[in-house]
């Protein structure tokens, strides 16, 4: 069983800047993305951020020139750097790993989230 640990979610102030982190511990079989979403109150989960297995960035609309998503598939962890961070960036954030499989199997992993406060 995968197991997602996040951390570096916390309170700053508009303009600030968090780094979080998610460490994977577990095997992991076949093709698999690692990335983030983030759920608002009162909002669905979306996509922040992930990077596939061949190493390709994907991005919400909404944090394109803000944030900046890494992996490290040798160590299975996966970074999001949040630069210019705005009140709307405020949510629970969720780690993820999407693993395909060579029948096209999708399962997805999650963490249990580190909360992103942005407020003055």
């Known amino acids: 069983q995968l197991q997602l640990v996040e951390s570096g979610g916390g309170v700053v102030q508009p303009g600030g800047s968090l780094r979080l982190s998610c460490a994977a511990s577990g095997s992991i079989w076949g093709s698999y993305s690692m990335g983030w979403y983030r759920q608002a109150p009162g909002k669905q989960r979306e996509l922040v951020a992930r990077v596939t297995a061949d190493g390709t960035p994907t991005y919400a609309d909404s944090v394109k020139g803000r944030f900046t998503v890494s992996r490290d598939s040798l160590k299975n962890t996966v970074s999001l750097q949040m630069n210019s961070l705005k009140p709307d960036d405020t949510a629970l954030y969720y780690c993820?790993?999407?693993?395909?499989?060579?029948?096209?199997?999708?399962?997805?992993?999650w963490g249990r989230g580190t909360q992103v406060t942005v407020s003055s």
């Open positions: 993820n790993v999407q693993i395909t499989l060579a029948a096209g199997t999708v399962t997805n992993y």
